[in-house]
Nanobody
């Protein structure tokens, strides 16, 4: 099974940028539909973005559309989340997740219940 490790979180001022990385091991990340989720204190985990396995089709939550960009580098077995224009309400633990796709063109789901594999999370804190 695939293992996922996130990195790149940190403390940033409002308007700043961060790039999160999700490094996969044991299996090719191209086999999996991938997603990013986040969970703020006292709130449920919510969908942020997803990407397909092969052709790079993407999806974004309305709250991050135009500010965040998801990308994958199958050669490096890594998925990225570039975050710009960060706001205090983006503060959360960010999780990378994966599930074995039926086809490599399958876009990752917005439902966290679809995802079988999760990273440990990385904290993003945006100060005002």
């Amino acid at each position: 099974q695939v293992q996922l490790v996130e990195s790149g979180g940190g403390l940033v001022q409002a308007g700043g940028s961060l790039r999160l990385s999700c490094a996969a091991s044991r299996r090719p990340v191209s086999w999996y539909a991938m997603g990013w989720f986040r969970q703020a204190p006292g709130k449920e985990r919510e969908f942020v973005s997803a990407i397909s396995g092969s052709d790079g089709v993407t999806d974004y939550a309305d709250s991050v559309k135009g500010r965040f960009t998801i990308a994958r580098d199958n050669a490096k077995n890594t998925v990225y989340l570039q975050m710009t224009g960060l706001k205090p309400e983006d503060t959360a633990v960010y999780y990378c997740a994966a599930y074995r796709a039926g086809a490599q063109s399958e876009l990752g789901s917005r439902s966290s219940k679809m995802y079988a594999y999760w990273g440990q999370g990385t904290q993003v804190t945006v100060s005002s």
